[in-house]
């Protein structure tokens, strides 16, 4: 499956690593029903999203999921860190940030480390 869980991380934190061609299943296998639980316990959601060199692109399907994830009470969202170094996509949620809720931030891949901890609560 192109998206994966990132294990071993701090409380409170899902991370996700995309690669190759992410599809809307992978959105409604993966991500969506670990952002639910979070939003169900009543914890923030802070979330670590990685777009690797492996990462190819979103189908137009999962395009559609990740606007779906807009039906997410704002006040749900704590932290989100974008991990990437396809400049082009960094800029893209870079210029539509203001669109997020939440605290949004873009690292570059080689600060994975720094976004995870920033994400947790600390500070990078």
Do not use: K
């Amino acid at each position: 499956m192109p998206l994966h869980s990132i294990s071993d991380l701090p409380a409170d934190t899902l991370g996700f690593r995309a690669t190759g061609l992410v599809s809307a299943e992978d959105y409604r296998a993966v991500l969506d029903p670990a952002i639910a639980h979070a939003v169900d316990a009543g914890r923030p959601v802070n979330l670590v999203y990685v777009l690797g060199d492996d990462f190819d692109r979103y189908s137009l399907g999962a395009i559609w999921e990740d606007v779906r994830l807009e039906a997410i009470p704002h006040g749900a969202w704590g932290r989100l860190a974008l991990v990437t170094d396809h400049e082009v996509l960094g800029e893209a949620v870079h210029l539509l940030s203001f669109m997020f809720p939440g605290q949004l931030r873009i690292f570059r891949g080689r600060d994975e480390g720094a976004a995870i901890a920033w994400v947790s609560g600390g500070e990078a």
